[in-house]
């Protein structure tokens, strides 16, 4: 089955730099991913998704890169704000249905 | 356009009571899916609800049960209640509930079982 698990559980960045947030996943035919983003007090906020055929794809300020062949994605933040700094999760949907599986999430503090 | 929303923001229950918890989605989203977040777990899925019917179902004890209204408004029951059940209740909406669909969250519920 589908897993997805995160590299570091806390990173710390100071405001102005970029950020990377690592994840992993298991099932080598995944082929839809998508990053949360959840501020304390509230529910996970969809950032931006990447689909199996792309290797890369861009937001406003956030990157996503895939990498099939070592079953990794990352989530790049550039400039970071203080108002990113929340929890971010990487998420793939399970088989063909709508439920997501997480990873257990990474805590991006951002230093003044 | 009003985002998910759920009731209450907060709960307090004694072991062994029972609990219910609200869900709207967003309006047009048929597909209501209830997550469990943990420090130690995550987020787990729960179950998933389109057009009144369950779809989906997680690894949960039968004392978790939800129902969906024909409004696609959601509820979820946890009964016998246990400490471990404490957590933030999350409720999610999209339009059909596919794979490739955007997942809308409400701020959940936090649920303290003491």
């Known amino acids: 089955g589908e897993s997805v698990g995160l590299h570091l559980p806390t990173l710390s960045v100071q405001e102005g730099d970029n950020s990377i947030i690592n994840c992993a996943y298991s099932?080598?035919?995944?082929?839809?991913f998508i990053w949360y983003k959840q501020e304390s007090g509230k529910g996970p906020q969809f950032i931006i998704d990447i689909r199996s055929n792309m290797d890369k794809r861009q937001g406003q300020r956030v990157t996503v890169l895939l990498n099939k062949t070592v079953k990794h994605l990352s989530l790049q933040i550039a400039a970071t704000q203080p108002g990113d700094s929340a929890v971010y999760f990487c998420a793939e949907p399970e088989g063909n249905t709508g439920k997501l599986i997480f990873g257990q999430g990474t805590t991006l503090q951002v230093k003044p | 356009k009003a985002g998910v929303t759920q009731t209450p923001r907060y709960l307090i229950k004694t072991r062994g009571q029972q609990v219910t918890l609200s869900c709207s989605p967003i309006?047009?989203?048929?597909?209501v899916s209830w997550y469990q977040q943990t420090p130690g777990q995550g987020l787990q899925f729960l179950f998933e609800y389109f057009s009144e019917t369950q779809r989906n179902k997680g690894n949960f004890p039968g004392r978790f049960s939800g129902r969906q209204f024909s409004n696609s408004r959601s509820e979820m029951n946890v009964s016998t209640l246990e400490l471990g059940d404490s957590a933030l209740y999350l409720c999610?909406?999209?339009?059909?509930?596919?794979?490739?669909?955007?997942?809308?969250f409400g701020s959940g519920t936090q649920l303290s079982v003491l």
């Open positions: 099932n080598s035919a995944s082929d839809y």
């Open positions: 309006s047009g989203h048929r597909s």
């Open positions: 999610a909406s999209s339009l059909e509930g596919n794979r490739n669909e955007k997942l809308f």
